[in-house]
Nanobody, 115 residues
């Protein structure tokens, strides 16, 4: 099966940290850029960070200096380390990958940051 499965979300206090994981099907993961997106209640889905097979990264402005995206090509996994979390980071976080021009999405994992 072709799938992406996120995990690691939860409830944290402001200033805390979480590490999200995405287990990807080899078909999606191999040779493809992977990314994390998020969608807050009532908001559009937005890019958080992306990482190429060669581990070049890019980040949304709000993520720079706080979040780190990484990948393990041997494990077909992508991660998002989130530090210094703020209530504004509350959202469902989705793993994304593209294969032959088709986007694949996980079901998402909820991150809730309390004040």
């Amino acid at each position: 099966q072709v799938q992406l499965v996120e995990s690691g979300g939860g409830l944290v206090q402001a200033g805390g940290s979480l590490r999200l994981s995405c287990a990807a099907s080899e078909t999606i993961f191999k040779f493809n850029t992977m990314a994390w997106y998020r969608q807050a209640p009532g908001k559009q889905r937005e890019l958080v960070a992306g990482i190429t097979p060669g581990e070049f990264t890019n980040y949304a402005a709000f993520a720079k200096g706080r979040f780190t995206i990484s990948r393990d090509n041997a494990k077909n996994a992508v991660y998002l380390q989130m530090n210094s979390l703020e209530p504004e980071d509350t959202a469902v976080y989705y793993c994304n990958g593209r294969n032959f021009g088709v986007d694949y999405w996980g079901k998402g994992t909820l991150v809730t940051v309390s004040s």
